[in-house]
């Protein structure tokens, strides 16, 4: 029952997240980057045949990103993201690596504080997961299906335009990525990334600037 809730409440999120960022779209953009870095990829399988329910071993594989910032506001931005990522994990019966590549369209709500040099940010927001390919297993995953994540991160503002942006954060499955009659798999990913933004606006509204000195 409380998994049912769980669900129904994250897809309330998604549509809402959505709805946000159709709406937000009509403002101007706040920019526009790249970003790229390293997957540390897990996996839990259950096999309904056998009393199996475990996580498997890590992978580590890159992933990489095009994204836009938009919503003019001093403390909340919506970030649409375009993504390719490599997922999946090290099976603890066969020993073989699972491999799955991901063609992603996330949409995230970004709560920000702007500071004089630097500005820490949380993202939060479901990721709609479009299965490119896959390797080391004969069982067929879920072509579409969705995932949310959860990051912290810094950006850097000491040669605006360009920001540098640090970030790590955790992607967790909302649906199973297999779910056939024997097995089932739950991906489970954390991400270590840095990226290039270019600024276009260089303050939100209501930001504090520095005080002006005057020219002697």
């Known amino acids: 029952m409380l998994k049912v809730k769980y669900r129904e409440s994250v897809y309330v999120l998604f549509i809402a997240l959505i709805l946000l960022s159709i709406q937000a779209k009509a403002q101007f953009f706040q920019g526009i980057g790249i970003m790229a870095g390293l997957n540390m990829n897990n996996q839990r399988w259950q096999i309904d045949t056998l009393p199996y329910n475990k996580n498997q071993k890590f992978t580590f594989r890159p992933n990489a990103s095009l994204f836009v910032e938009y919503l003019n506001h001093e403390y909340i931005r919506v970030v649409t993201e375009f993504q390719y990522s490599m997922e999946g994990s090290k099976s603890r019966l066969t020993n073989k690596s699972i491999n799955l590549n991901y063609a992603g369209f996330n949409n995230y709500l970004k709560l920000r504080q702007e500071l004089y040099d630097v500005t ?58 297999l779910n056939n009659t024997f097995f089932k798999a739950t991906n489970k990913t954390i991400a270590v990334r840095v990226g290039l933004k270019y600024q276009i606006e260089k303050k939100a509204k209501g930001c504090l600037r520095g005080p002006s000195i005057p020219i002697q």
């Open 120 to 177: 820490p940010y949380f993202l939060i927001g479901p990721k709609a997961k479009y299965l490119i390919s896959q390797s080391g297993t004969a069982d067929s995953f879920r072509p579409i299906h969705f995932s949310m994540y959860a990051a912290v991160g810094i950006e850097l503002l000491y040669y605006r335009p360009w920001l540098i942006l640090t970030e790590i954060g955790y992607d967790h499955d909302i649906n199973r990525a």
